[in-house]
């Protein structure tokens, strides 16, 4: 009599497995940007530098200025998510959709003019300094996030926002439960944009005394020392895609879970 067949086992190594390899894949930037400082810090420490040199690049005059560029970056894209999400949802009302065009046509204004010409305006009608610089950049930035907003609310089902409001919801309930979770994953990639506009446009603002890695930037190429200006570029990259990342981490993370792909 033949042995009854041995009951299917469910396989779950492979699932644990894809899940750490996505867990690698997620940490396979940050581990590299790591690496690509160390090597750098540890290349400065090779050369043979000059009293100027020294000064430009010690370790507590780098931290401050990149320091200064982290805060120029994240506090004017906090400023225009703040204001450009709220015009945007405003412009998306029924009584203020004509004027949808305008408030793009305006906003387009700021990235129109080139960024150095915008920091030079504000700069010549408010003065100089890092608020000044911040302005400059939530002005400059503002497009992306203004127009994705418009763009995610607008697509949203109106069936939706209908069977919203049949199902008692007032209109503040449904733009808060319906249209901005369907809306989110178009207005985070605004940010995001928005983010990177800043974060290489931020390095203008040594040009108003906003401080930030430009500082660097700037000192290498007036003082003629190509190490002093290879210091501030790489910071600057490595700053940029660690932001990035990281931006790209908080989107994975808000996005409405059944719109995961």
Request: glycine content about 10%.
């Amino acid at each position: 009599m033949a042995a009854p067949p041995a009951p299917a086992t469910v396989e779950t190594a492979p699932t644990a497995s894809s899940g750490a390899r996505r867990v690698l894949a997620g940490l396979a930037l940050p581990i590299s940007l790591a690496i690509v400082t160390a090597l750098l810090l540890l290349w400065l420490a090779a050369q043979p530098l000059d009293s100027i040199e020294r000064r430009q690049l010690d370790l507590g005059v780098l931290a401050r200025r990149l320091v200064e560029h982290l805060e120029l970056t994240l506090l004017s894209t906090a400023i225009v998510v703040a204001l450009a999400v709220a015009l945007g949802i405003a412009l998306t009302r029924p009584r203020l959709r004509p004027l949808a065009p305008l408030g793009v046509a305006v906003a387009n204004i700021g990235q129109a003019v080139p960024s150095i010409g915008l920091l030079v305006l504000i700069a010549i009608v408010a003065g100089i300094g890092p608020d000044k610089a911040i302005l400059a950049l939530v002005a400059y930035s503002f497009l992306p996030i203004l127009r994705n907003t418009l763009v995610g609310l607008g697509g949203v089902d109106r069936s939706l926002i209908e069977a919203g409001r049949g199902m008692g919801m007032s209109v503040w309930q449904t733009l808060r439960r319906v249209e901005l979770p369907l809306a989110v994953p178009v207005i985070l990639a605004g940010v995001r944009t928005a983010l990177a506009i800043n974060v290489g446009t931020a390095t203008l603002a040594t040009f108003v005394d906003g401080g930030g890695l430009g500082d660097t930037i700037t000192a290498g190429i007036r003082l003629g020392r190509e190490t002093v200006l290879v210091a501030g570029a790489a910071l600057t990259a490595v700053l940029a895609l660690a932001l990035d990342w990281a931006a790209g981490w908080i989107e994975s993370a808000l996005r409405p879970r059944g719109l995961d792909p």
